[in-house]
């Protein structure tokens, strides 16, 4: 089965940083981008970047460019987001999801969700 | 590229027809998907390429649309459809997610 497996969810106090990780399995890790993607509690959902696992090329929303930073081994199928400097504001449900980047399609799989609360 | 979903919240009964309309700020071809998202799970894809069924999607969603406007249709709605939609335009970078709508039951 075809899956992004995150990492399990966090507690931390301001300040501190916090590494989230999105393993990829039953596929080839490298065709697809990974995103991550936002959502604060009882809102929408926020694009917050994406990189190639191939080369390791990224995007970042403006909203988000110089507060996370997004890495990936692929060697071990692995993606990863930073998030530095922590803030209450930060609290938050982080998903990764694959997209083929052909443009018109969608982000098809995605993983179960990393629960930050920061407090 | 903002999208404007509308309405943010509608109330509905099993088996009526539910439309949902995104608006983005600039046209973005058909480079457009829906997502289906229930309380605690993480977002579905419904729809891409504005018009597309994913595999394994019920045929009573459908998707239409190009440019600036576009709607996702639930034809006859169903207990387990009851849930908050969000469209996003993949045309450029920034990616960006409409504000969403939420289906509620009437």
């Known amino acids: 089965e075809v899956q992004l497996v995150q990492s399990g969810a966090e507690v931390k106090k301001p300040g501190e940083s916090l590494r989230i990780s999105c393993k990829g399995s039953?596929?080839?890790?490298?065709?697809?981008?990974i995103d991550w993607v936002r959502q604060m509690p009882g809102k929408g959902l926020e694009w917050m970047g994406i990189?190639?696992?191939?080369?390791?090329?990224?995007r970042y929303s403006p909203s988000f460019q110089g507060q996370v930073t997004i890495s990936v081994d692929k060697s071990i199928s692995t993606a990863y987001l930073q998030l530095s400097s922590l803030k209450a504001s930060d609290t938050a449900m982080y998903y990764c999801?694959?997209?083929?980047?052909?443009?018109?399609?969608?982000?098809?799989?995605w993983g179960q969700g990393t629960m930050v609360t920061v407090s | 590229i903002q999208l404007t979903q509308s309405p943010s919240f509608l109330s509905a009964s099993v088996g009526d027809r539910v439309t949902i309309t995104c608006r983005a700020s600039q046209g973005i071809s058909s480079y457009l998907a829906w997502y289906q998202q229930k309380p605690g799970k993480a977002p579905k894809l419904l729809i891409y390429?504005?018009?597309t069924l994913q595999s394994g999607v019920p045929s009573r969603f459908s998707g239409s649309g190009s440019g600036t406007e576009f709607t996702l249709t639930i034809s006859s709605l169903q207990p387990e459809d009851f849930a908050t939609y969000y469209c996003?335009?993949?045309?450029?970078?920034?990616?960006?997610f409409g504000g969403g709508s939420k289906v509620e039951i009437k």
């Open positions: 990189i190639n696992p191939g080369d390791s090329e990224t």
């Open positions: 999801a694959r997209w083929l980047p052909t443009g018109h399609d969608g982000f098809d799989i």
């Open positions: 996003q335009q993949l045309n450029s970078y920034p990616l960006t």
């Open positions: 390429a504005a018009s």
């Open positions: 039953a596929y080839n890790f490298n065709n697809y981008w």
